[in-house]
């Protein structure tokens, strides 16, 4: 089970940061991630990692400004949000899936609550 929490509402420029607290898995096995779906659109990738490997996969659209991490002991996953912008408004979702990071969210197989994210200009 995955659990997000800590969106809210911030002015362009500002920053955020989203929690997900996981329980059931073995951390080890996992990749997380994290998506974001806004109003009318399709649900979109941000940024993963493989709780064994030291590599971080980052969209685009946030490089620079996203980063995600992870605290193993705390089995919990955040996305730290900086320089926000009124087009990151979105329902974040956190996710995890067996192994490796994938883009497509088809491929992931379990999903935390989402947790609402609104930039205002």
């Known amino acids: 089970q995955l659990q997000a929490s800590g969106g809210g509402l911030v002015q362009a420029g500002g920053s955020l940061r989203l929690s997900c607290a996981a329980s059931?898995?073995?951390?080890?096995?996992?990749?997380m991630g994290w998506f974001r779906q806004a109003p009318g659109k399709e649900r979109e990738f941000i940024s993963g990692?493989?709780?064994?490997?030291?590599?971080?996969y980052v969209a685009d659209s946030v490089k620079g400004r996203f980063t995600i991490s992870g605290d193993n002991a705390k089995n919990t996953v955040y996305l730290q949000m900086n320089s926000l912008k009124p087009e990151d408004t979105a329902v974040y979702y956190c996710?995890?899936?067996?192994?490796?990071?994938?883009?497509?969210?088809?491929?992931?197989?379990?999903w935390g609550q989402g947790t609402l994210v609104t930039v205002s200009s």
């Open positions: 990692f493989r709780w064994s490997g030291s590599t971080t």
């Open positions: 996710a995890a899936r067996w192994e490796r990071v994938v883009t497509g969210p088809s491929a992931w197989n379990y």
């Open positions: 059931g898995l073995t951390f080890s096995y996992y990749a």
